[in-house]
T-cell receptor, first 116, second 112 residues
Framework: GAVVSQHPSRVICKSGTSVKIECRSLDFQATTMFWYRQFPKKSLMLMATSNEGSKATYEQGVEKDKFLINHASLTLSTLTVTSAHPEDSSFYIC????????????FGPGTRLTVT | RKEVEQDPGPFNVPEGATVAFNCTYS??????FFWYRQDCRKEPKLLMS???SGNEDGRFTAQLNRASQYISLLIRDSKLSDSATYLCVVNRDNNAGNMLTFGGGTRLMVKP
């Protein structure tokens, strides 16, 4: 199946700093990527839809100025958590839509962010 | 009301047991349905799509009832390796195409 990678897999940062997470589709071109957040023992919550070459679409309640998304190429989307706070500590997962499959998404391995 | 609802469990079953999970969804316009499996601290992985006529993949059988907006997953002859959280997933609406909404997940623990 299609492969999606994320980097870094784990990051610890101090409050007030910014963290960038990369999501790459390795063997297909993804015009659309999705960013999710998952808190412990909770389900995935969609944060935003990342569209190549255009602005991301954010879900209600997600601050676009805090979670900056850039989808500059067909294989790379980045999520930057700006001015991170401890409550931003979570598991961030990206997924990419494979155009060859109508509704299927492939997930990256996730990035565990801890803000101290 | 949540868009996709599941019993969180946990379901504790012995090896070899048959276990069934249910899921209901609120958006009648939803067009595609999936079961994903998520292991602890890992990303979700597609287990199977769910088709209107029902479908089977080895020990796993998925059913869809559009009238009741209800999806099920049946696991036969449970293995220890089936222990995971099972996520019921629907696409949000036909126009959105590939936007997925996740249920809260049902945790399964298979014991020796």
């Amino acid at each position: 199946g299609a492969v999606v990678s994320q980097h870094p897999s784990r990051v610890i940062c101090k409050s007030g700093t910014s963290v960038k997470i990369e999501c790459r589709s390795l063997d297909f071109q993804a015009t659309t990527m999705f960013w999710y957040r998952q808190f412990p023992k909770k389900s995935l919550m969609l944060m935003a839809t990342s569209n190549e070459g255009s602005k991301a679409t954010y879900e209600q309640g997600v601050e676009k100025d805090k979670f900056l998304i850039n989808h500059a190429s067909l294989t790379l989307s980045t999520l930057t958590v700006t001015s991170a706070h401890p409550e931003d500590s979570s598991f961030y997962i990206c997924s990419a839509h494979d155009p060859a499959g109508v509704f299927e998404q492939y997930f990256g391995p996730g990035t565990r962010l801890t803000v101290t | 009301r949540k868009e996709v609802e599941q019993d969180p469990g946990p379901f504790n079953v012995p090896e070899g047991a048959t276990v069934a999970f249910n899921c209901t969804y609120s958006n009648s316009a939803s067009q595609s349905f999936f079961w994903y499996r998520q292991d602890c601290r890992k990303e979700p992985k597609l287990l199977m799509s769910v088709y209107s006529s029902g479908n089977e993949d080895g020990r796993f059988t998925a059913q869809l009832n559009r009238a009741s907006q209800y999806i099920s997953l049946l696991i036969r002859d449970s293995k220890l390796s089936d222990s995971a959280t099972y996520l019921c997933v629907v696409n949000r609406d036909n126009n959105a195409g590939n936007m997925l909404t996740f249920g809260g997940g049902t945790r399964l623990m298979v014991k020796p």
